[in-house]
């Protein structure tokens, strides 16, 4: 009988429910991740959206932010969305001066890139690895500015005055987009980052 693997969602911010909701669809044990034991029984991570200031001073005063730095360098599959992406890069334009990410991802991510909330917009994206475009929903969302040779992109805005900038990105374990994946019923891109869980 093969185990099923236990997904973590950072639980300290976020958009917690909307993921824990979209993995537990998809058959995996989905849990809330707030303290270094429940981390430990993860097989990958989700780092959701939300406020990525917030997020990293939360994880560092529960006690988590050293933690995920970890068990990400040693190989967990993490994915990020939106302030996830922004967690996992490793340099960020337009962050505040005492601001720190996880890294692991060698991009720099712009924070609020496409503007504030009122700028919030959707649209189609071609994503590498599906066949069909994906209905991408972007609330107050970073883009990616450069990536490293080792980045692998899997999408990029197609349209208006964002058109090529990079939105989703993949190295190793890590993937990150910077829109909202679990808003709505799509759950490939979510399916994506499952398969990179042994």
């Known amino acids: 009988m093969t185990r099923i693997p236990t997904v973590g969602v950072f639980a300290l911010q976020g958009d917690v ?4 909701r979209m993995l537990g669809r998809l058959g995996v044990e989905a849990i809330g991740v707030r303290r270094e034991a429940e981390l430990d029984r993860c097989d990958g991570l989700v ?3 939300g406020e990525s200031t917030t ?21 967990l599959p993490v994915f990020g969305t939106c302030a996830g992406m922004i967690m996992l890069a490793d340099r960020i334009e337009d ?10 991802l060698d991009i720099t991510v712009r924070r609020n890139a496409f503007g504030r909330q009122v700028d919030s917009f959707e649209g189609d994206l071609d994503f590498a ?22 980045v ?3 999408a990029r805005v197609e349209e208006g005055a964002a058109a090529g900038r990079i939105v989703a990105v993949r190295q190793g374990s890590l993937m990150a987009t910077s829109f909202h994946p679990e808003v709505g019923g799509d759950d490939r891109v979510h399916r994506l980052f499952l398969d990179l869980i042994d």
């Open 17 to 20: 429910r909307e993921h824990l």
């Open 47 to 49: 780092i959701p959206g």
């Open 55 to 75: 997020m990293f001073k939360l994880a560092r005063t529960f006690d988590l932010f050293e933690p995920i730095r970890q068990r990400s360098k040693d190989g």
């Open 95 to 104: 962050g505040t001066p005492d601001q720190e990410t996880l890294g692991g």
């Open 129 to 150: 690895g599906l066949d069909d475009p994906v209905h991408a929903i972007f609330i107050r969302a970073p883009w990616v500015e450069e990536a490293g040779p080792d």
């Open 152 to 154: 692998e992109v899997l």
